[in-house]
């Protein structure tokens, strides 16, 4: 199991788009992959999940990934995340 | 989106025969000819017990609407990335996400399970619990996705009671529809036979459902009162998107008109565009510029198109109220100002900083009422006792000036020493800056606003301490005739023609010319040939005005001597009524301009 802890760094944070980005990501893996904000911990691969952590810009969150796959999931995450899901801002 | 059944609604239409017309506001251009189709949104769900035995059922039949709204959804964005572009159909990729997500549809069909209620029931109370946790949240961007939940629940709901949009396209002639309000994903979904133009109750010009009709080049007319209750279903509507008018029950002779109106529009536009790449110079060599006035970003495309030679005056209040009840942070003003800048080059942009009037802003963000409003804390009063919310603005103007050729103008000037302040604000945000290490341009002109009376007889010590004037006609008359236009009682003494208006007008343009500075005119006065010619022969440099307005001035322009212009001028500001000056300049003109600018004239 590998845990990474990301900022979310893009202006709108985890909103509808950028939520949609990354349930896609995360469906493309096998592993079971979760997402924690403080205590509050959700699929990563429902966007209805995502939307309810509320995750705006400056958020720390916690991708948790167990599996075969692990390790590309997770950095695969931090990617999408650290290029702000290829917004302008 | 529901259609109401047309016969519930007919009842009353063979006593209506007549032809009525009802005025909104055009967002849209064109004429569209149809049919009446009320569309409502749903509002009423109800609880209905089921039996144990009819559970699968009800399962079942959630499970199709899923499925259809799913296929809806991924129609819809194939439709709308055609038609309008990647960054408006992703939002349905989302919505698309969310009809397929398990915790979100499980949640349902356990609920029908446990509760053995009705499918809608069901997805009603879910819904509104997943509402009611986005209404928890701090961030308000973050807290309106729950307008998404909303957005895909009603495609689902639609769904399970069977009225889908499908139905529409089985409709055999030309439809008009009409409704309450729409939200952006019913207007894309209008793209589409036998839909040709729509008119509702509300909704802003500045509204997604406005941008998008535009941009689907659909009429629209937006804001017309009571327009589902006034208007039966299959009534023959015509929806008049120049004008902003409804007109139903026409005549088969008006609808004929009508189509021509389309022709004759489309030609005469042709015709003025004609001149989009020549200059505005007078016969006798005197160049003036026409520049736009803009208020949203997606005007920029008819700046361009009809030739505007810089962007005149930018009202940026319109980011506030896109924004509202939030205030634009700074990175939001920087973007625009950056984005207009680079669309008009390499010609100039003028920002004008926030004019919210007290009514505007009051209520939301300063909690205040006053008595007297227009006379209030507005404009540059109020944003200089909101310092917080002015400092967003003019640093965001500020780095922009070091990225596009912007220019700033304070609105609502009435003393050389309110502008003293603005500019040692200005001064002091440009200390920040530097010592933040962030560009702006040092040479960032500003400009003013000449709208008080005061100002407008102190123009020549302004002048010294701005680097241009701008006259605001609106509030100039308004002002100085003590008269609200907006009231019928007294509106006929509003007049752009009074002499005591040419008057003041005149002592500002020498008073810039003396100083050297700049003066343009961003009133609607700028954009009426007649008041045009008068302008023109006082020596205005720049007019700016509505982008569609630009061809038909430049073509006057190109058609008068400014010497004659120069004498209309004189002649006219010894008259002693605003009507003598009409009558005087009408006839003047009426042997000067092309013949079809004659009837143009009132």
Redesign the interface.
């Given at each position: 199991m590998i845990t990474k802890e990301i900022e979310i760094q893009n202006k709108l944070g985890l909103h509808a788009r950028a939520a949609a980005k990354l349930v896609h990501m995360a469906a493309r893996f096998k592993s079971d992959i979760k997402v924690r904000k403080g205590t509050e911990e959700v699929d990563a691969k429902s966007i209805l999940g995502i939307l309810l952590l509320a995750a705006g810009p400056g958020t720390r969150i916690s991708v948790i990934a167990n599996g075969e796959d692990e390790g590309e999931a997770v950095s695969s995450i931090e990617q999408l995340i650290d290029s702000r899901f290829d917004e302008a801002e | 989106m529901t259609v109401i059944e047309p016969k519930q609604r007919k009842a009353s239409r063979d006593v209506r025969a007549e032809i009525r017309t009802y005025k909104g506001t055009a967002v849209s251009p064109g004429v569209a000819i149809g049919r009446a189709l009320i569309v409502e949104q749903i509002t009423s769900v109800f609880r209905v017990p089921i039996k144990e035995a009819d559970i699968p059922h009800e399962i079942q039949r959630f499970e199709q609407a899923l499925e259809r709204t799913r296929a809806d959804l991924t129609d819809l964005k194939q439709t709308v990335s055609r038609s309008i572009g990647e960054e408006y159909a992703?939002?349905f990729?989302?919505?698309a996400?969310?009809a397929s997500?398990?915790?979100?549809a499980d949640k349902v069909v356990q609920k029908i399970e446990l509760d053995r209620v009705n499918a809608e029931w069901a997805l009603h109370e879910v819904q509104e619990e997943?509402e009611a946790?986005?209404e928890t949240?701090?961030?308000e961007?973050?807290?309106d996705?729950g307008e998404?939940?909303k957005d895909v629940g009603m495609s689902l709901l639609n769904n399970l009671q069977g009225l889908s949009r499908h139905e529409l396209s089985e409709i055999d002639h030309d439809v008009i529809i009409l409704a309450d309000d729409l939200t952006p994903s019913d207007a894309v979904h209008f793209n589409q036979k036998p839909i040709v133009g729509f008119a509702t109750e509300t909704g802003g010009r500045t509204s997604h459902t406005s941008i998008i009709a535009k941009s689907l080049f659909m009429p629209a007319v937006i804001g017309v009162p009571r327009l589902t209750q006034v208007i039966d279903n299959e009534e023959m509507v015509i929806i008049d998107g120049y004008e902003g008018t409804v007109v139903v029950n026409p005549s088969e002779a008006l609808i004929e008109e009508y189509r021509s109106k389309v022709t004759r529009h489309e030609e005469y536009e042709k015709e003025l565009l004609g001149n989009r790449d020549e200059p505005a110079v007078t016969r006798d060599g005197r160049k003036v510029s026409l520049q736009a006035n803009i208020e949203l970003i997606e005007e920029m495309a008819d700046a361009k198109k009809y030739g505007a030679e810089g962007v005149g005056l930018y009202r940026s209040e319109f980011l506030y109220i896109a924004t509202s009840p939030r205030l634009p942070d700074e990175?939001e003003h920087f973007?625009i100002y950056r984005k207009i800048a680079q669309d008009i080059e390499p010609n100039w942009a003028v920002i004008r900083t926030f004019d919210l009037g007290g009514k505007k802003l009051a209520k939301e963000v300063m909690g205040s009422k006053e008595d007297n409003p227009v006379l209030g804390l507005r404009a540059l009063r109020l944003c200089m006792r909101h310092r917080e919310m002015f400092r967003v603005q003019l640093r965001a103007l500020l780095r922009a000036s070091a990225h596009g050729r912007i220019k700033i103008m304070f609105p609502l000037v009435s003393s050389i020493q309110e502008l003293r302040q603005a500019k040692a604000f200005v001064k002091e945000i440009k200390a920040e800056l530097d010592a933040e290490g962030i560009a702006y341009n040092p040479e960032l002109e500003i400009g003013i606003m000449i709208e008080v009376p005061s100002a407008a007889m102190t123009a020549d010590i302004l002048a010294t301490e701005s680097d241009f004037f701008a006259i605001g006609t609106n509030d100039l008359i308004q002002y100085s005739l003590a008269i609200d236009r907006n009231n019928e009682l007294v509106s006929y003494l509003y007049e752009p023609l009074h002499p005591g208006i040419l008057r003041l007008v005149k002592f500002v343009i020498d008073s810039g010319r003396q100083a050297g500075i700049p003066v343009s005119m961003c009133g609607e006065m700028a954009a009426d040939p007649l008041y045009a010619t008068i302008l023109l022969g006082l020596g205005l440099d720049i007019f700016s005005m509505n982008p569609s307005s630009i061809p038909m001035i430049k073509e006057v322009t190109r058609s008068l001597r400014y010497r004659d212009c120069r004498r209309i001028a004189t002649q006219a500001l010894q008259k002693k009524t605003a009507q003598e000056i009409e009558e005087f300049v009408i006839e003047s003109l009426a042997m000067k301009l092309p013949s079809g600018f004659a009837t143009r004239l009132r």
């Open positions: - | 992703s939002i990729d989302a919505h996400m969310i997500d398990p915790a979100f997943l946790r986005f949240f701090d961030n961007y973050l807290r996705r998404d939940i990175d973007e």
